[in-house]
């Protein structure tokens, strides 16, 4: 499997987070729960995660109840998932082409952007709309990297993002739905075009494509290329949307965030 080339989004994040350093911005009060843990004892853990408001970076905090005068608290950071992460949007149309170049010499790409990548043309690309009827079989259908294969989905690893409809892996997501014929529309987009709340399920993951090339794929059946996707290669969001009358996938540039059931 390809090594991913950073993206401007990358370098973004990358910024935002050194630029913060160790000096976080955390709120103060820090000793609420916002979920618990059972450990190998048994006994109840309070876990209190809260995202620093500079750069996204999240301070665990664990903790046992205690009768005593004192708590013995334990802290960690984890890193923040890029859409996470304050202002990045405004930050990645901020990187110069300079920047972008050293980065990913940094990163072990001194060569830069691979030329048969798609380009990245966030800033002036536009709406498009593809109309499909797709055969479904085993009730799925897939969007990979060009040519990319199957088996980076299926069996779905352990550790794919998971959405009710949709699960995915750098390169591959799988779609889950009925057998036989599906009407699908497919809306790519540079921006967020927002859920159609028209629809009765929507759910949606994050998923890396290498290229910025992909195609849609049927089981044992057809490739239907898609157009070069509006950034480039990087992370994109994928919101499908289902009834029973078909399907409305919506593909758009966003750094890579939870996945969300509507």
């Given at each position: 499997?390809?090594r991913?080339?950073?993206?401007?989004d990358?370098?973004?994040?990358d910024m935002?987070?050194r630029?913060?350093?160790?000096?976080?911005?955390?709120?103060d009060?820090v000793?609420?729960?916002?979920?618990t843990?059972?450990d190998?004892?048994?006994?109840?853990?309070?876990v209190?995660?809260?995202p620093?408001r500079?750069?996204?970076t999240?301070?665990?905090?664990r903790w046992?109840e205690?009768?005593?005068?004192?708590l013995?608290?334990t802290?960690?950071h984890?890193p923040?998932?890029?859409?996470?992460?304050?202002g990045i949007a405004?930050?990645?149309?901020q990187?110069t082409?300079?920047?972008?170049a050293?980065f990913?010499?940094?990163?072990g790409?001194?060569?830069?952007?691979?030329?048969d990548?798609?380009p990245?043309?966030?800033?002036?690309?536009t709406?498009?709309?593809?109309?499909f009827?797709l055969?479904?079989?085993a009730?799925?259908?897939?969007?990979?990297?060009?040519?990319?294969?199957?088996?980076?989905i299926?069996?779905?690893?352990?550790?794919a993002?998971?959405?009710e409809l949709?699960?995915?892996v750098a390169?591959?997501?799988v779609?889950?739905t009925?057998e036989?014929?599906?009407?699908l529309?497919?809306?790519?987009?540079p921006a967020?075009?927002?859920?159609?709340?028209?629809?009765?399920r929507?759910?949606?993951v994050?998923c890396?494509f290498?290229t910025?090339h992909?195609?849609?794929?049927e089981?044992a059946?057809r490739?239907l290329?898609?157009?070069p996707?509006p950034?480039g290669?990087?992370d994109?969001?994928l919101r499908?949307?289902?009834?029973?009358?078909?399907?409305l996938?919506?593909?758009?540039?966003q750094?890579?965030?939870?996945?969300l059931v509507?």
């Amino acid at each position: 499997m390809m090594r991913p080339v950073p993206s401007r989004d990358d370098v973004a994040a990358d910024m935002i987070v050194r630029a913060c350093g160790y000096d976080h911005d955390f709120p103060d009060d820090v000793l609420k729960p916002t979920e618990t843990e059972i450990d190998s004892a048994g006994r109840t853990i309070n876990v209190n995660r809260v995202p620093c408001r500079a750069c996204g970076t999240i301070m665990v905090s664990r903790w046992q109840e205690s009768s005593g005068p004192y708590l013995a608290v334990t802290r960690m950071h984890e890193p923040p998932e890029p859409g996470d992460i304050p202002g990045i949007a405004e930050r990645t149309e901020q990187v110069t082409d300079a920047e972008f170049a050293e980065f990913l010499a940094t990163q072990g790409f001194p060569e830069g952007v691979p030329t048969d990548f798609a380009p990245d043309r966030r800033t002036t690309a536009t709406t498009e709309r593809l109309d499909f009827v797709l055969r479904i079989k085993a009730g799925q259908f897939f969007l990979l990297d060009r040519n990319g294969p199957l088996n980076a989905i299926l069996p779905v690893p352990p550790h794919a993002e998971s959405a009710e409809l949709i699960e995915a892996v750098a390169g591959a997501a799988v779609f889950w739905t009925a057998e036989g014929e599906l009407p699908l529309t497919v809306i790519i987009s540079p921006a967020d075009p927002r859920p159609d709340r028209s629809y009765d399920r929507i759910a949606e993951v994050s998923c890396h494509f290498h290229t910025g090339h992909v195609e849609l794929r049927e089981v044992a059946g057809r490739k239907l290329p898609l157009p070069p996707l509006p950034a480039g290669h990087g992370d994109y969001r994928l919101r499908l949307h289902t009834n029973d009358s078909g399907c409305l996938l919506h593909i758009f540039n966003q750094p890579r965030s939870k996945p969300l059931v509507h």
